[in-house]
């Protein structure tokens, strides 16, 4: 369960809406739940119901519409260095070495080599990835090219680590093996996560509290706290009290599936 009290962030009457040709679209409505200190969140619901608009919003990326979103009560206004995003594709640039990729937060922050060498050799283990430090992204498996993104967010020290399906376009076999990394990973440093998922065992075998948002407009519909012990393996997947919460999630998730696209038209002039 979580590991502190502290609420670290804070998600408080967020509307989130695009305006488009069409019309409005609403993306996310009335969304409010805390985040506190060392917890891993989930975040599961119909596609398209706004979970990585979410995401991006605790990002600094997207300016909610209404509402706001407070990093240890301080309202995040742009682009937030604590927290760290990853997104379902690597997004590693082609032409830089591991090694490079996962330096460059530090780059920009000016570091100085020596610094960024002995921080990224201390990464590059915590991920499984000594050795590959000169191999370029073309060259790395899926899920040895999303490590190195993860990597390359833990970098910068963030806070809070935000995962938009980072396992998403991975084989059913590699993803089980990138959850159970995670959850090492999760385990040795305790830092907070908020991870975005399509799959309730994934949710279910990570997360201390799963958030399951509505169909389009996305609104909170529940949030299940995962009442099992830690540390968790995925032995864990077939263990009666996981599948519990597994059906618990789906029961969730079918009452949120409205029709409702969440698209007002545009107003007649």
Not at 10 to 37: C, D, M, R, W
Not at 61 to 82: D, M, Q
């Amino acid at each position: 369960m979580m590991t502190s009290s502290e609420v670290l962030l804070e998600i408080e009457n967020l509307y989130t809406a695009f305006i488009e040709p069409e019309g409005t679209l609403e993306a996310l409505e009335n969304v409010s739940f805390k985040v506190f200190q060392g917890e891993f969140i989930c975040l599961i619901g119909p596609s398209g119901c706004g979970k990585s608009t979410l995401l991006r919003t605790l990002a600094g990326l997207l300016p909610p519409s209404k509402g706001e979103v407070r990093l240890r009560s301080t309202p995040i206004k742009g682009p937030e260095r604590a927290a760290g995003l990853v997104f379902q594709q690597p997004m590693l640039l082609p032409w830089r070495t591991v090694a490079e990729n996962i330096a460059l937060p530090l780059e920009l922050r000016g570091q100085s080599p020596a610094e960024r060498q002995q921080r990224v050799a201390e990464l590059l283990e915590m991920v499984g990835l000594t050795g590959f430090e000169t191999s370029y992204p073309q060259l790395l498996s899926g899920g040895m090219a999303q490590r190195a993104a993860i990597a390359r967010a833990l970098a910068q020290n963030p806070e809070v680590l935000l995962l938009d399906e980072p396992f998403g376009s991975l084989d059913a076999l590699t993803r089980e093996r990138m959850a159970a990394a995670l959850l090492e990973l999760w385990q040795q440093l305790r830092r907070t996560v908020v991870m975005v998922t399509h799959s309730v065992e994934e949710a279910a075998l990570l997360a201390d509290r799963v958030v399951v948002l509505s169909s389009r407009p996305g609104r909170i519909i529940h949030i299940i706290p995962v009442r099992l012990a830690r540390p968790r393996d995925p032995n864990l997947l077939l263990d009666p009290s996981l599948q519990s919460v597994v059906r618990e999630l789906r029961q969730a998730l079918k009452q949120g599936e409205s029709p409702d696209n969440g698209r007002k038209p545009s107003p007649k002039t």
